[in-house]
C-alpha cells in the first residue's frame, strides 16, 4: 500500500443559499409557499453533500482494497507484512535458465576486513555471536602481502602467496545417518596434500606470515540433523561445519576480524592449522575438484548442506546471487537422490561461505560445555573472554 497513504476529499461546502422572496398573488398562501420552497433548497443541498460525501468515501474503500487484492493474486506483499522464517529461508531459488556470469575471472577479489554484525544477519557480512576479536598483531599474517591492491579494497589471488611443500597424510572420515542424525566422524587429516607447516624459515611467505603452528590429528564427531528445516538466521563462531576431504570449515574472518582469504596465507589446498593442530579452510579449497552447485561438498554445523558455486562453464555464483546466510535453494545430490532445498554455497568471494545459520547448530566438536551454535564459549565473570575463534590469543590463526 504506498506507505498507507490515501488521498481524503476535503469537502468545501458553498455559502448557505439565501432564499429570494417571490411575489405571490395571495397574502396567506405567500409566506408558506416561500418557506416551502427554501426547504426544498436547503434539503438539495444536504442530499448533495451526503452524495459526494459517499462517494469520496466509496473511492478511498477502493484505494485500500486493490492493493490487498493484488497480494492475493500473488502481488509483492507491503514491508510491514513480515513473512514466515521458512518463506524468508528459501526466497532466493537458483535460476536454471540465468547466465550468473563469471564475475571474478580476472582473480581480484573484495576484501572483507570488518564486515560482521552482532544485530542480526546481513548480505555479504557475517553474522558473528561475538565480536571479541583479538588485535591485528595477535591475528595471524603480521605483514599485508603485494597482493593487495586498489587502496587495499581487493585482493590478486593470481599473486597471493601460499605456504611450500607437500605433505601426505593419512585420512579418516566416516559419515553415516543414525537416528535422523547425519554422524560425521574425522581426525580432520585432509584428503590431499598440504604445505609444510610450521612455515619453514625459508618460505618465502613467511615474511608475510609465519604460522608457527604443527597439523595434528583430531578426534572430531559432528551429529547434525539429517533434516534441517530452514528458519530466521542465528549468529556463528569460528568453527561453521566439515568439508567432506575431512576437514574443519571456518568463518571467513581470521582471529582478528580481518579477511582470512586475504590476509593469511595457506597452502597450494588453502588450508592452515590453528594453534591446536587443527587444519581448516576459510575459502573454497582447489583441491575440492567438483565444486558444482548441485553436489554435496561438505555439512554446515546446522545440517544443510554445503556446494560448490559452479553453474556451468562461465557461469559461477557469488555473494550477490545468494541470501544473508550465504545459501540458496535448487537441486542438489543427496545421499544418492535428487532433491530441492536449501543449502550453503562456498563462494570465491567473501564471505566464502556460511556467514549466518538457517537452522539449528551444535557447537563445534571439542568446544566446553555450554558453548553452542559453532560460537565461541562464554567465559565465566573475570576471565578475559577468548578470541573469536574460541582460541587461546597466541598465536592464532
Same mark, same amino acid.
Given at each position: 500500500?504506498?506507505?498507507?497513504?490515501?488521498?481524503?476529499?476535503?469537502?468545501?461546502?458553498?455559502?448557505? &443559499?439565501?432564499?429570494?422572496?417571490?411575489?405571490?398573488?395571495?397574502? $396567506?398562501?405567500?409566506?408558506?409557499?416561500?418557506?416551502?420552497?427554501?426547504? =426544498?433548497?436547503?434539503?438539495?443541498?444536504?442530499?448533495?453533500?451526503?452524495?459526494?460525501?459517499?462517494?469520496?468515501?466509496?473511492?478511498?474503500?477502493?484505494?485500500?482494497?486493490?492493493?490487498?487484492?493484488?497480494?492475493?493474486?500473488?502481488?509483492?506483499?507491503?514491508?510491514?507484512?513480515?513473512?514466515?522464517?521458512?518463506?524468508?529461508?528459501?526466497?532466493?531459488?537458483?535460476?536454471?535458465?540465468?547466465?550468473? *556470469?563469471?564475475?571474478?575471472?580476472?582473480?581480484?577479489?573484495?576484501?572483507?576486513?570488518?564486515?560482521?554484525? #552482532?544485530?542480526?544477519?546481513?548480505?555479504?557480512?557475517?553474522?558473528?555471536?561475538?565480536?571479541?576479536?583479538?588485535?591485528?598483531?595477535?591475528?595471524? /599474517?603480521?605483514?599485508?602481502?603485494?597482493?593487495?591492491?586498489?587502496?587495499?579494497?581487493?585482493?590478486? =589471488?593470481?599473486?597471493?602467496?601460499?605456504?611450500?611443500?607437500?605433505?601426505?597424510? %593419512?585420512?579418516?572420515?566416516?559419515?553415516?545417518?543414525?537416528? *535422523?542424525?547425519?554422524?560425521?566422524?574425522?581426525? @580432520?587429516?585432509?584428503?590431499?596434500?598440504?604445505?609444510?607447516?610450521?612455515? /619453514?624459515?625459508?618460505?618465502?611467505?613467511?615474511?608475510?606470515?609465519?604460522?608457527?603452528?604443527? &597439523?595434528?590429528?583430531?578426534?572430531?564427531?559432528?551429529?547434525?540433523?539429517?533434516?534441517?528445516?530452514?528458519?530466521?538466521?542465528?549468529?556463528?563462531?569460528?568453527?561453521?561445519?566439515?568439508?567432506?576431504?575431512?576437514?574443519?570449515?571456518?568463518? *571467513?574472518?581470521?582471529?582478528?576480524?580481518?579477511?582470512?582469504?586475504?590476509?593469511? =596465507?595457506?597452502?597450494?589446498?588453502?588450508?592452515?592449522?590453528?594453534?591446536?593442530?587443527?587444519?581448516?579452510?576459510? #575459502?573454497?579449497?582447489?583441491? &575440492? %575438484?567438483?565444486?558444482?552447485?548441485?553436489?554435496? =561438498?561438505?555439512?554446515?554445523?546446522?545440517?544443510?548442506? &554445503?556446494? *560448490?558455486?559452479?553453474? /556451468?562453464?562461465?557461469?559461477?555464483?557469488?555473494?550477490? @546471487?545468494?541470501?544473508?546466510?550465504?545459501?540458496?535453494?535448487?537441486?542438489?545430490?543427496?545421499?544418492?537422490?535428487?532433491? %530441492?532445498?536449501?543449502?550453503?554455497?562456498?563462494?570465491?568471494?567473501?564471505?566464502?561461505?556460511?556467514?549466518?545459520?538457517?537452522?539449528? $547448530?551444535?557447537? /563445534?566438536?571439542?568446544?566446553?560445555?555450554?558453548?553452542?551454535?559453532?560460537?565461541?564459549?562464554?567465559?565465566?565473570?573475570?576471565?578475559?573472554?577468548?578470541?573469536?575463534?574460541?582460541?587461546?590469543? #597466541?598465536?592464532?590463526?
Amino acid at each position: 500500500m504506498d506507505g498507507g497513504k490515501h488521498k481524503r476529499y476535503n469537502e468545501a461546502m458553498d455559502e448557505p &443559499i439565501t432564499p429570494v422572496p417571490q411575489d405571490d398573488p395571495g397574502e $396567506a398562501s405567500g409566506p408558506k409557499h416561500h418557506i416551502h420552497w427554501w426547504m =426544498i433548497e436547503a434539503v438539495s443541498v444536504v442530499i448533495v453533500v451526503v452524495v459526494v460525501a459517499m462517494a469520496a468515501w466509496q473511492l478511498g474503500r477502493g484505494s485500500i482494497a486493490t492493493p490487498a487484492a493484488n497480494r492475493q493474486a500473488g502481488s509483492t506483499p507491503s514491508p510491514s507484512a513480515a513473512p514466515s522464517s521458512e518463506a524468508a529461508a528459501t526466497t532466493l531459488t537458483l535460476s536454471a535458465t540465468k547466465n550468473y *556470469g563469471d564475475k571474478y575471472a580476472n582473480g581480484l577479489l573484495p576484501v572483507g576486513d570488518s564486515k560482521y554484525t #552482532t544485530s542480526g544477519s546481513k548480505k555479504g557480512y557475517v553474522y558473528v555471536c561475538n565480536a571479541n576479536f583479538v588485535p591485528a598483531g595477535q591475528a595471524g /599474517a603480521q605483514n599485508r602481502g603485494p597482493w593487495f591492491t586498489n587502496n587495499n579494497t581487493q585482493y590478486d =589471488i593470481n599473486k597471493k602467496s601460499h605456504i611450500a611443500g607437500s605433505v601426505s597424510w %593419512t585420512p579418516s572420515l566416516s559419515v553415516t545417518m543414525s537416528g *535422523g542424525k547425519r554422524v560425521i566422524t574425522t581426525n @580432520d587429516l585432509p584428503d590431499h596434500k598440504t604445505g609444510v607447516f610450521p612455515v /619453514a624459515a625459508s618460505d618465502p611467505s613467511r615474511a608475510y606470515d609465519a604460522n608457527p603452528n604443527t &597439523i595434528k590429528s583430531q578426534s572430531l564427531t559432528y551429529t547434525l540433523d539429517g533434516a534441517p528445516k530452514a528458519g530466521d538466521p542465528s549468529c556463528v563462531g569460528g568453527e561453521v561445519g566439515v568439508m567432506l576431504t575431512g576437514v574443519a570449515l571456518f568463518d *571467513g574472518f581470521d582471529a582478528g576480524g580481518r579477511d582470512a582469504g586475504a590476509w593469511e =596465507i595457506q597452502d597450494g589446498c588453502d588450508g592452515h592449522p590453528q594453534d591446536k593442530g587443527e587444519y581448516h579452510y576459510h #575459502t573454497l579449497s582447489k583441491c &575440492i %575438484t567438483t565444486a558444482t552447485v548441485d553436489t554435496v =561438498i561438505g555439512y554446515a554445523l546446522d545440517g544443510f548442506p &554445503i556446494t *560448490g558455486p559452479k553453474v /556451468a562453464d562461465n557461469n559461477i555464483l557469488t555473494t550477490d @546471487d545468494l541470501d544473508e546466510c550465504h545459501g540458496i535453494t535448487s537441486q542438489i545430490t543427496l545421499d544418492g537422490k535428487k532433491v %530441492t532445498m536449501y543449502h550453503y554455497v562456498m563462494t570465491q568471494d567473501f564471505p566464502y561461505s556460511v556467514s549466518c545459520f538457517r537452522g539449528t $547448530a551444535i557447537k /563445534a566438536p571439542g568446544l566446553p560445555e555450554g558453548s553452542g551454535g559453532g560460537g565461541a564459549p562464554t567465559p565465566p565473570p573475570s576471565v578475559t573472554p577468548p578470541p573469536h575463534q574460541g582460541l587461546p590469543p #597466541t598465536p592464532l590463526r
